[in-house]
C-alpha cells in the first residue's frame, strides 16, 4: 500500500463521517476522511453543540427573571451577547479539537479539502483550487451532509434573512420571524424569545412541529404562546421586502393573513443533501429528491460506493448519522451481528421550552398503519420532582399495541425530557412490552417517574393523578 | 437449620430441567454419594447425588415436574439433631411450586393457558432460548414454538420479526427497517402453526389418541427441520461388498471367544444365514465386532485420508476438523440419539466395539452425558439390523454429512463377465454441498469402499 491508498475513504468530518472512521480504524482498516471545514461538521460547529451552549445561557436568563420565587433577589439584569456567543464558539472549539485528537489517537488519516469521486475506488482532492492529491480505496464513504433548504423569495442574506449557519454568531435583534417550525425553527424561537425578542413563527402545515404526535404539538403550541411567542399555522410568508432597517413579511394563511413587521427573519424550513460537486455524475449513484439513495448496509448504486447520515435522508439527526456510519462500516468489515438501522427506534430531540423528546410511532401514524392501539398520558404537575424544581408543565404519552403490549412510540414534552426520552428508546430496542416497563423500578424523585406512570395509564393503572 | 437440595446444573448452559423421578422418599436416611433423584434435560437423565448426611425432611418439588430452574431447591435435608419441626419454619418460604404456576395477582386473572408453558420455551441441548420479551408475547398468543424459531436479533436472538416470518409462511422476511430501498429478503424459515387441531382436520378429523411432546422430540423436529431448510443436501450412493469382511469378523469373534476376553462370541448371524441383519453392537450380553463397527472405523480411516470431507460450514469459513468424531445413531423407544466415538480413527476396532456398546447401553438407559452426545464431526446411520436396502438420511447438523448404511445381503453381481452371488451393503452419503462437494464426497466414498472390502487394510 502507499501512502495515498487505503482500504477505506470517508468525505465527510460530522458525525456520520468521524464516527465511522474511528469504528473502521477500530476494526483495523487503513482509513482516511477527507473534510473540506471543520472536523465534527455542522453538528459540532454550527448545529447541536453550540445551539445547545446558548441554549444554556437563555436557560439561564430566563431563570434569573424568576429569582423572587426561588427567594433570591438581584438587580439589573442583563446579558452581553457577545460573551453569550464567545462561549458557545469556545465549546464548539474544545469538541472540534477533541475530533480530532481521537483521529490521531486513532490513526486515522485527515485530509484537508474538497473530495470528489474520480473513477473507480479513487477520490481527487482539491484545496483552494488546486489538485493536491488523490487517494484510493476499495470502499468509500460519503457523508457530506446537507445545508438548510431555501425558498424562493426568501433567499437567505446571511444579513438579514437567516439559515441556522447566520446566525450563531448571534446579534440579538428585536423582532424575528421564524419560517418553519420543525425542531429548527422552534429551537431558535424559544432561545430568541427567551433573549427577549419579539418572535413570530410561521408554519405551512396546520400545527407546529408536525413530525410529533399531536398532543405533543398542541400542547407546545399552547406553552409558546402563553409565554408570548406568536404562532401562525396553515400559512406561509407570500412576500419579503426590505423596508429600511426591517422587513416586512406578508404572511398569507388559512384566516390570519397580514403583515409582520421583523429585523431578522431565519429560514428553517428542512434541509436537502449536499449532492453536488462530490463526484456522483459518472457513477451509478442514484440521487432522489436531493438525497442518495442507499439500501439498508448504506450502499449506493454504485459498489464500493456507500453513504450515511443527512445525506441519506431523513431523520436528519447526528445520532442517526453516527449510527449508521458505524452499520456501514461494520459491515463492508463483515463484522457478525450487524443489523440494519430501525427507523423506528431512533429518538428525536427539541431544545425548546419546554423540551421536548419522542421516538417510535405518534398515536395517528399507529392508528394509520391499522394498529390496535392503547395510549397513556400522565401530566408533570402529578410528579414532584416537577414540581420542586418549578418545572410543573409537561406531559408523557405512550402509545402501546393493543394486542402484543409493545411499545410503539413514547412522546415528552417538559423539562429534560430530552435526557429522558432513552429510557423509552433502550425498552423499545430490546423490544420490551408494557409487563416490563410496569415491573422495572423508577426512582424516587425524579422526573422519570412520569415515564413509568404514563406506562401505567395506558393500562388503567396510573397510581399519582 | 436444614440442608436445601438444590436443582444442579447439568451443564454450563442448563437453566432448568424435569425432575423424573424420586430415588429417596421423605424420612429416608441419606449418605453423602447416595443418588436422590434423576434429572432429565432434552436428551438426558442426570443423578442428583447427595452432598451431605442426613434424612429428606421435605421433597419440595414431586416426580415428573417440568420445568424446574436451575438452584431452585427440590428438597430439605435435615441434619443428625434435627426434627421434622425444623422444617415448619423453613420449608414455608422456600416450598413455592417449582414448576410452572405464575404467583397469583390481582392481573393475573387470565386463564392459565394464557401463560407460556415452559416446556415451548425450553430448548435445545444449547440451553436457554432467547427472545425479546414481545417475540415471546406474540408467539405464546399465536401458539408458536420458540424453539422452533431462528433468531435473527443481536446474538440470535429472536425479535418481533422472526416471529412475523413465521407467522407468514411463504413471505420473505419482512424487512426490519421501514422506508429503505432494495432490501435482500432474508430467508427465515418459517415456523408453521401446527395446532393439534389444523393437523386432524387436514386428515379430515379421523379419531387419534395424542403422544405428548417431549423435550427429546421437540430437539429432533427442531433440528432435522432446520437441516432440511438451511441445508442443501445431495447424496451419493455405493454399493460394498462385505464376504471378505463378514469373514474376517467371524474369525476376530472367534478369536476373542476363544481367548476368553469376552463371555462369547456374537453369532455370526449374517455370513451364515445371509439374512442381512447387522447389529448396531449386537446382543446385549455378547461382546464382539459388529459390522457397524467396522463400517465406523472405515468411514473414520476414509474421513482421514480425505480430509476434506471431514469439513463443516459456518458462514466465515469451511471448518477442517483436526480429528474424526463419529456421531452414532442410536433408536431408542422415543426417538434417536447419537453418542460420540471420538478420535475413532485412532481406535482399533475392539476399542471402537467396547466404546459402543457402552454408549449405546447408556443410550438407551438414557445415562449419557451431554459432552458424549453432542458434537461430532461425521455421523453414521445404520438401518441394515431392519433389514432396509438402502437410504438417505438428514445430516445433523454442523456435520458436513452423514453415512446411511443399509443391510448386507446376498445378490446377484456380475464378475469378469459371470453372474455371481456376493453380500452387498449399500450406502448412502447425505453430504452438505455448501462444505463438501461432489468429487470429495465421491472421493470419500470410494476411499471407504475400498476399506470395506479389503477389510486387512482397516487393520493397519
Known sequence: MTENSFDLIILGGGPGGYVAAIRAAQLGMKTALVERDQLGGICLNWGCIPTKALLRSSEIYRLLHRLDEFGFSAKDIRFDAGKVVARSRAVAKQLSNGVGYLLRKNKVTVTHGHGRLAGKGRLAIERDGKAVSELTAEHIVLATGARARSLPGLEPDGERVWTYKEMVPVAIPKSLLVVGSGAIGIEFASFYHDMGVEVTVVEMLDRVLPVEDEEISAFARKAFEKQGIKIHTGATVAALERNGANLTARIEGAG????????????????????????????????????????????????????????????????????????????????????????????????????????????????????????????????????????????????????????????????????????????????????ELIRAIFPHPTLSETMHEAVLDAYGRAIHF | MPIEILMPALSPTMTEGNLARWLKKEGDEVHSGDVLAEIETDKATMEVEAIDDGKIGKILVPEGAQGIKVNAPIALLLGEDEDASALEKFAAPVAQPAPTAPPPSAENVKPPAAVAPSVKERGNGDGRIFASPLARRMAQQAGLDLAAIQGSGPQGRIVKSDIEAALSPGRAAPARAPARAPVAPQPVPAAP??????????????????????????????????????????????????????????????????????????????????????????????????????????????????????????????????????????????????????????????????????????????????????????????LGMYGVREFAAVINPPHGGILAVGAGEQRPVVKNGALTLATVMSCTLSCDHRAVDGAVGAQFLAAFKRLVEDPLTMLL
Open chain 1, 256 to 435: 390570519q393573513g397580514g403583515e409582520v413587521e421583523v429585523e431578522r427573519v431565519i429560514l428553517a424550513v428542512g434541509i436537502v443533501g449536499n449532492v453536488e460537486d462530490i463526484g456522483l455524475e459518472n457513477t451509478a449513484v442514484k440521487v432522489e429528491k436531493m438525497h442518495v439513495v442507499v439500501d439498508e448496509w448504506l450502499r449506493t448504486g454504485e459498489p464500493g460506493i456507500y453513504a450515511v447520515g443527512d445525506l441519506v435522508g431523513p431523520p436528519w439527526l447526528a445520532h442517526k448519522a453516527s449510527h449508521e456510519g458505524v452499520i456501514c462500516v461494520e459491515h463492508i468489515a463483515g463484522v457478525n451481528d450487524v443489523h440494519p438501522l430501525d427507523l423506528h427506534n431512533i429518538p428525536a430531540c427539541t431544545y425548546c421550552r419546554p423540551q421536548i423528546a419522542s421516538v417510535g410511532l405518534t398515536e395517528r401514524s399507529a392508528r394509520e398503519v391499522g394498529r390496535e392501539v392503547k395510549t397513556g398520558h400522565f401530566p408533570f404537575i402529578g410528579n414532584g420532582k416537577a414540581i420542586a424544581l418549578g418545572e410543573p408543565e409537561g406531559m408523557v404519552k405512550t402509545v402501546f399495541e393493543g394486542k402484543t403490549g409493545e411499545l410503539l412510540g413514547a412522546h415528552m414534552i417538559g423539562a429534560e425530557v430530552t435526557e429522558l426520552i432513552q429510557g423509552y428508546t433502550i425498552a423499545k430496542t430490546l423490544e420490551t412490552t408494557e409487563s
Open chain 2, 193 to 382: 402453526v401446527l395446532s393439534k387441531e389444523r393437523v386432524a382436520a387436514l386428515a379430515g378429523n379421523p379419531p387419534y389418541t395424542e403422544r405428548p411432546l417431549n423435550a427429546m422430540r421437540r430437539v429432533i423436529a427442531r433440528r432435522l427441520t432446520e437441516s432440511k431448510q438451511t441445508v442443501p443436501h445431495f447424496y451419493l450412493t455405493v454399493d460394498c461388498e462385505i464376504d471378505a469382511l463378514l469373514k474376517i469378523r467371524g474369525e476376530l469373534n472367534a478369536k476373542i471367544a476363544a481367548a476368553g476376553i469376552g463371555p462369547r462370541p456374537l453369532p455370526n448371524t449374517l455370513s451364515q444365514a445371509g439374512e442381512g441383519r447387522v447389529g448396531a453392537s449386537g446382543s446385549e450380553k455378547g461382546w464382539g465386532i459388529s459390522v457397524n463397527d467396522f463400517v465406523i472405523r472405515a468411514a473414520a480411516l476414509a474421513l482421514r485420508q480425505v480430509p476434506a470431507a471431514n469439513a463443516s460450514w459456518s458462514d466465515e469459513a469451511i471448518l477442517l476438523w483436526d480429528s474424526v468424531d463419529i456421531a452414532v445413531a442410536v433408536a431408542l423407544d422415543d426417538g434417536l440419539i447419537t453418542p460420540i466415538v471420538k478420535a475413532a480413527d485412532r481406535k482399533g476396532l475392539a476399542a471402537i466395539a467396547s466404546e459402543t456398546k457402552d454408549l449405546v447401553t447408556r443410550a438407551r438407559a438414557g445415562k449419557l452425558k451431554l459432552e458424549e452426545f453432542q458434537g461430532g464431526t461425521f455421523s453414521v446411520s445404520n
